[in-house]
């Protein structure tokens, strides 16, 4: 049986939710693993509305494809879980997994140019888990 719990949203001690929006840029050069044969020449920026969200709260924001020298099939936005185990990088103990969460179609076909578009996105609640740090496990954002 599945089953959600929530509690008061400020609870004694909790740092507070600083919201601040988020301006983001993607190019080739920008993407972890690439390859300079594969990937095409583009250009997207964009603005997410914060940096941090309360669970029952969409991601929202815009971005805008500026350039791209092949032709778009879709956009899609990609929520990653990332979970580290360990103290340090370079530790023997340390594991750091990443899963998918969810992944949504925010643009299909070939997008016009130079159009801002919306980032509308609700999490799943039963597999999206906030923000987490103890001394041996952490479960939150790449840093």
């Known amino acids: 049986m599945e089953f959600s719990i929530e509690y008061d949203s400020d609870?004694?001690?909790?740092?507070?939710?600083?919201?601040?929006?988020?301006?983001?840029?993607?190019?080739?050069?920008?993407?972890?693993?690439?390859?300079?044969?594969?990937?095409?020449?583009f250009r997207v920026h964009g603005q997410l509305d914060s940096s941090s969200w309360l669970l029952t709260e969409p991601i929202m924001g815009q971005y805008t494809i500026e350039r791209c020298d092949a032709i778009i099939r879709s956009v899609e936005l990609q929520l990653v879980r990332i979970e580290t185990c360990g103290t340090t990088p370079g530790d023997k103990d340390y594991s750091r997994d990443a899963t998918e969460v969810q992944?949504?179609?925010?643009?299909?076909?070939?997008?016009?140019?130079?159009?801002?578009?919306?980032?509308?996105?609700?999490?799943?609640?039963?597999?999206t888990c906030p923000t987490l740090v103890t001394s041996n496990f952490k479960i939150g954002k790449l840093c």
Request: charge should be negative; hydrophobic fraction near 45%.
């Open 103 to 127: 992944n949504i179609q925010i643009g299909d076909g070939n997008i016009m140019r130079n159009i801002p578009l919306p980032i509308y996105m609700v999490l799943p609640r039963l597999f």
């Open 11 to 41: 609870p004694i001690g909790a740092l507070p939710l600083v919201r601040q929006p988020l301006k983001f840029e993607l190019i080739p050069e920008s993407l972890a693993a690439h390859s300079d044969d594969m990937i095409p020449e």
